[in-house]
């Protein structure tokens, strides 16, 4: 048996203003993505092509050689010609280790390129005329992926289910053994796809959502069902397509797969209006923190998430605590490589006049001028990513000191995923009555071990969670709750 594999990630926000380059792009080899020590009795942190390279050897496979993966920062607009030249660059190595019995793709999903709606299902597609109908195709997906037709082309997807995505090596084993299962002719995996009709934000701790998950996890394994899981769509992404599916795949029987994922996504529907998180105005969030005991408040800047393709630059949240005098505060991470270099410049200890922030565009807010004190300079800093214990790379850090906000600046744009950008500036986040973290959903892995209280706050960056409000153009709106109240009744 032999396995192809190969890995394209990154997420489009059409309303961030910063393009997603070729140079975006991080390349790794597998040897590089292998974490030191790596076995399959400890997935923790694994990519999934590593896990797929072991597990495959482990059944006596061979794995065909494919050069790079590649991962960009969730930006806007993929560049035309970096798509199709990673796309080919895929292509050509598949058919380069021509045949192949299985497929494994980690493509993320969520990408838009310049003439590409569905990139993911035009590699699909591809990957599909060149192995024919009889090689299995599983693809492993962030559920924020807004679902092409082209995409079943593949025999399986499988999504995390979890968000924060705390599951991805954990979804990549399950996909491993169902594409293996059937390449070895012991099954016959069939996927029914359900269109749930809704655009939403799917917080998966907290419930009603928390037990609907819980619940249909429970079907796995049993009666044929082999893998259930959601594609939640991407509301920052401005498409003709989008929206919720669920996904069920079972063994060679597509009636049973269909009808679960309809019973399974009518489930879902139910429960659409009770699973919306509280979201409060940059305001309403400060006057919930500051009135509480709980220390510290940790708020969410949930629109200026970089994981999400915001530039992670804007400053409203910070720009109104300034002006409300809030003290003994942090704020983190402020994407800003000219600030951070003339305080990296000036040193620690060093009192200067520094512009921070809101330079991308209008998601970015006013830049604002600040006097302050740098108070730790972190060079190459690394850091753990608490959702996947994996260590991660931060570019350097900068801490600023004003008006008692201590504020973590950086070169390398991404959300907060760890207590590691104020810890290593000697910042301690428990110690603050408020921690403003620039990240939608996934700081919660690691925010939620030292706050009981978690608010989000919107404001006008590049993910707006009140979607109602998002100025979407080609989205067609009266297909998709929450526009359409029951948007079934009006086919
Ligand atoms: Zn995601």
């Known amino acids: 048996m032999k396995l192809f594999m190969a890995g394209w990630a990154t997420e489009t926000n059409t309303f961030s203003p910063m393009p997603t380059f070729d140079k975006s792009f991080i390349e790794r080899t597998l040897d590089q993505l292998r974490p030191e020590g790596f076995s399959l009795d400890d997935i923790t942190g694994a990519a999934p092509p590593v896990i797929w390279d072991a597990m495959a050897r482990e059944r006596g496979w061979e794995v065909a050689e494919h050069p790079v993966y590649r991962f960009a920062q969730p930006s806007g607009l993929v560049v035309r010609a970096a798509y199709e030249r990673h796309r080919d660059e895929v292509l050509a190595s598949l058919r380069a280790a021509q045949p192949v019995d299985a497929v494994l793709l980690a493509l993320h999903g969520g990408s838009v390129a310049d003439g590409y709606d569905d990139p993911e299902g035009d590699i699909i597609t591809r990957v599909r005329e060149i192995v024919g109908d009889g090689v299995p195709i599983g693809v492993e997906l962030d559920p924020h992926t807004n679902f092409g037709e ?5 025999d399986v997807l499988e999504f995390y289910k979890e968000y924060p995505h705390t599951d991805v ?40 959502l928390r037990g609907f998950i819980d619940s249909y996890s429970e079907l796995e394994g049993h009666d044929g069902v082999l893998t259930i899981t959601v594609c939640q769509g991407f509301p920052y992404s401005d498409l003709p397509i989008g929206g919720a599916r669920m996904i069920v795949v079972t063994d060679g029987d597509q009636d049973q797969a269909d009808r679960l994922a309809e019973e399974l996504g009518k489930e879902l529907i139910e429960i659409r209006e009770a699973m919306q998180p509280d979201y409060m105005s940059i305001d309403e969030a400060l006057d919930a923190a500051l009135v509480d005991d709980v220390r510290p408040v940790v708020i969410a800047d949930y629109a200026d998430n970089a994981g999400g393709g915001a530039p992670s630059d804007s400053t409203f949240i910070l720009e109104r605590m300034l002006e409300r005098g809030i003290t003994n505060a942090a704020f983190g991470m402020i994407w800003d490589p000219i600030a951070l270099d003339v305080a990296k410049e000036a040193g620690v200890g060093a009192k200067l006049s520094l512009r921070i922030g809101g330079k991308m565009g209008q998601t970015s807010g006013r830049p604002l001028d600040l006097d302050v004190e740098v108070i730790a300079i972190v060079p190459d800093a690394r850091a753990v990513d608490a959702r996947l214990g994996r260590e991660i790379e931060l570019g350097d850090l900068v801490g600023l000191r004003c008006q008692g906000i201590d504020i973590i600046l950086n070169n390398d744009r991404q959300q907060v995923l760890s207590t590691d950008p104020f810890t290593l500036c000697g910042v301690d986040p428990r110690e603050r009555a408020i921690v403003v973290v620039k990240s939608s959903q996934h700081f919660y892995a690691a925010y939620s071990q030292i706050s009981s209280k978690i608010l989000y706050a919107y404001s006008d960056g590049a993910l707006n969670p009140i979607l109602r409000e998002i100025p979407y153009e080609r989205l067609p709106k009266e297909r ?3 526009w359409n109240p029951d948007p079934f009744a009006t086919e």
Do not use: H
């Not at 169902?178 to 799917?202: H, L, N």
């Open 169 to 208: 090596a954990e979804r990549a084993v399950d996909l491993f053994e169902v594409i293996a299962d059937a390449a070895e002719g012991k099954t016959q995996p069939v996927m029914g796809v359900y269109d749930c009709r809704m655009v939403s934000i799917f917080q998966t701790p907290i419930q009603p």
């Open 150 to 154: 082209a995409m079943r082309n593949a």
């Open 480 to 482: 998709f709750w929450p």
